[in-house]
């Protein structure tokens, strides 16, 4: 049976200037988590994301029939992300890859127009495409490392599945 985890963590809000390397710092993760899980067999649904709501922050999430292995990625990926060094090489793929996601959700002028108006409210200033896509390729290694120490801890998991299954312990690691 499939075992459900989600946990959440808070974040800057989008007026903080920590708001761009935060969502790079979100993306490492889900890139890393997906990545080892999917390649371990373990799950075809893992990640990372940034909830924009109230209240910032981001959650990770896998449906997963071993809840203890995937669990033991996602702590794995805080400590590399949190402590090691990050090359610039994958920031900077991630930079072009998010960029090119992020011009083709915004090419028509109504979406451009939703991207500066959304901006304003949450922001409280206009921010255009170019100059978010230039906050994000200005992120840092440093800056992800920074994030993860910063933000992505207290996380508060939430668990669907078989009660034998829950791996409490690896739940509270971070």
Not at 96 to 123: C, M, P
Request: charged share 20%; proline share 4%; net charge positive.
């Amino acid at each position: 049976p499939t075992n459900y985890i989600v946990g959440y963590f808070g974040g800057p809000t989008t007026r903080d200037d920590d708001y761009p390397a935060f969502q790079v710092a979100v993306s490492a993760l889900s890139s890393y988590v997906s990545s080892e899980i999917r390649d371990r067999g373990l799950s075809y649904a893992a990640g990372a994301t940034v909830v924009d709501r109230a209240a910032q922050g981001g959650a990770v999430y896998v449906s997963t029939v071993n809840p203890g292995q995937s669990l033991d990625i996602i702590n794995q990926a805080i400590e590399l992300f949190g402590q090691g060094s990050i090359p610039r090489w994958i920031l900077r793929d991630y930079a072009e890859s998010s960029s090119l996601d992020f011009y083709l959700s915004n090419q028509t002028t109504t979406q451009q127009a939703d991207f500066l108006a959304t901006s304003l409210l949450l922001t409280g200033k206009p921010r255009t495409v170019t100059s978010w896509v230039k906050d994000l390729r200005g992120v840092a290694g440093s800056d992800v490392r920074r994030m993860f120490r910063k933000y992505i801890k207290n996380i508060q998991y939430g668990f669907l599945g078989m009660d034998i299954a829950v791996p409490r312990d690896k739940m509270l690691k971070y």
